[in-house]
Nanobody, 125 residues
Framework: QVQLVESGGGLVQAGGSLRVSCAAS????????MGWFRQAPGKEREFVTAISWSGGSTYYAASVKGRFTVSSDNAKNTVYLQMNSLKPEDTAVYYCAATRKRWVGLWTSGDMEYWGKGTLVTVSS
């Protein structure tokens, strides 16, 4: 079992920055690659970014590439999502998720084994 807890969401103006975190705990956490997904009101959950647990491999959705940066701190068992140049369309609940898949890429929700409860990010115009 892996437990994931997100934090750091909030309200930010368009063009601003925000960093959300995902603290992981449980057995063999280092065996999992991590991802961020988001779900906007009335929309389906969508992939945002993926990172190997070592942090050596990352992948981004086209909509966030160049604006968002994913990173990991293995000593703290924590994954971060730094979001810059935020837009109102980035407003969503952001979820952290874990998978044992060996490749890092455009994952689907079905690829993930464990989920956090999410943290709300609201970008005002």
């Amino acid at each position: 079992q892996v437990q994931l807890v997100e934090s750091g969401g909030g309200l930010v103006q368009a063009g601003g920055s925000l960093r959300v975190s995902c603290a992981a705990s449980g057995r063999s956490v280092s065996s999992y690659a991590m991802g961020w997904f988001r779900q906007a009101p009335g929309k389906e959950r969508e992939f945002v970014t993926a990172i190997s647990w070592s942090g050596g491999s990352t992948y981004y959705a086209a909509s966030v590439k160049g604006r968002f940066t994913v990173s990991s701190d293995n000593a703290k068992n924590t994954v971060y999502l730094q979001m810059n140049s935020l837009k109102p369309e980035d407003t969503a609940v952001y979820y952290c998720a874990a998978t044992r898949k060996r490749w890092v890429g455009l994952w689907t929700s079905g690829d993930m084994e464990y989920w956090g409860k999410g943290t709300l990010v609201t970008v005002s115009s």
